[in-house]
DNA sequence: GAAACCTTTACAGAAACTTTACAGTCCGGA
DNA sequence: TCCGGACTGTAAAGTTTCTGTAAAGGTTTC
């Protein structure tokens, strides 16, 4: 999924219609309190940023971006019509990924957006977000809303596990095998009291996780 | 460090030149050669590649290093004449991490550059801070609300690391790894007896060191 | 050789994990 | 529609594992 904030409407169905012609999943934003709104709801993988906006200038968008540990690390790509190299220096200086100008070509933007995206998934995929829940496995961050969320080793594991196996059902038995590390032999309830707690301490999005009677228990898709 | 690999001699010297001017050390290479050459003696934290070179053109180059292990997630930004938006296609899907076209001005691409490697590298920090207390390792001084705490090795090195890898939790193992540099077999609390007393030294701090059940310890965020 | 520092040991307390037992829910067949 | 079995949700008790801490025993430094 990727964000758009652009006044200009024309750009901006433009563009999404483009990025959705590419199998990007985008939405474009009109003003930046439509923007904060959605981005409670659902974390995207990019975006991308218009420099002049009504309400909020983008710069200020982009480092209040920064300064939260669920979007700290989102690719963002500043765009404006403002071509002076001011602009240029304020938007990188700002920690934006990249900057391009504007008029730009479709292509281009693909092209760039597609760049961001891929450096982001080398890094090892080490980074899930869904709804407004983010993971961060290699920190140790869990968010739903911002919120940071403790959970225990087990139930740790177990959220990376469906995470990363997002859209397939796990059985018990697999989640046992991958976490427990051994072979279970017979029934126990274990597992559920653990997704109990994993729901209940991840509250609204603990509907993320998904039960599929008489298999086991499934996120995503 | 910083590599350019460019032919044109005026605009070579003219970069290695402002680069230095900013405090950013660089070597600027007329031919692919030399610089496969240097790269062996020494790894840059970033790389400037002009598009169009004698023997070997830089798309080549740049697919040659995101192959090689050392050199796979160095930031490198590719410079070229040809405007094209092909250039800038082929470019950017190749994967590098940005892409200035001539004639480009040199703040500009100062600007670029600090911040990749802003991205890249954060621990040019030679300064922490966190609530109140403060460390500036190339000084070896820590302090909490101005007061100067006294610290042994292991207790100053353990705070070094948490607050270098902030956010991120730190495994015992990890810890004795980064420390005492050897692999530890079997059980140990060494770590947990230097955790207390650095939390007792810090005093009030001290709750800034993060006890992460069935994993390690961790500061901040 | 004393002081400072580091490591090990041992145990208690705390937190996490598992089991148990039962209540609630879903679903197909009568 | 109702019923019963199979499956899942939940609370609480029981068990295990992990961390905090004090103190003793080594090691290094001066």
Redesign the pocket.
């Known amino acids: 999924m990727i964000y758009l904030v652009e006044d200009d409407e024309s750009i901006r169905e433009l563009v999404v219609y483009t990025l959705k012609s590419q199998d990007l999943d985008a939405k474009g934003f009109e003003k930046p309190s439509l923007f904060w709104k959605e981005l409670d709801k659902e974390l995207p993988s990019l975006i991308l940023l218009d420099i002049m906006l009504p309400e909020e200038d983008g710069i200020s968008i982009l480092k209040k971006l920064r300064a939260r540990p669920d979007t700290r690390k989102l690719p963002i790509i500043m765009l404006t019509a403002k071509g002076s190299e001011y602009d240029t220096v304020l938007g990188l200086d700002s920690g934006a990924d990249d900057y391009i100008p504007k008029p730009f070509r479709m292509m281009e933007l693909i092209s760039r957006i597609k760049a961001r995206l891929r450096r982001v998934e080398d890094k090892g995929a080490e980074e899930y977000r869904m709804g407004n829940l983010y993971v961060c496995p290699s920190r140790y961050v869990v968010t739903v809303n911002q919120e940071p969320v403790?959970l225990?080793?087990?139930?740790y594991e177990m959220l990376c596990l469906l995470l990363k196996n997002s859209g397939i059902v796990l059985s018990?038995t697999q989640l046992l095998n991958q976490i427990?590390g051994y072979e279970f032999d017979g029934e126990?309830?274990?597992v559920?009291?653990?997704?109990?707690t994993l729901?209940?301490k991840l509250g609204e999005a603990g509907d993320l996780i998904e039960?599929?009677?008489?298999?086991?228990y499934k996120m995503g898709k």
Chains 1, 2 share one sequence.
Do not use: A, F, N
């Not at 559920?192 to 109990?196: E, K």
């Not at 039960?211 to 086991?216: K, L, P, S």
């Open positions: 403790s225990t080793l087990k139930e018990r427990w126990s309830r274990t559920d009291v653990h997704i109990r729901r209940q039960t599929v009677r008489g298999i086991g």
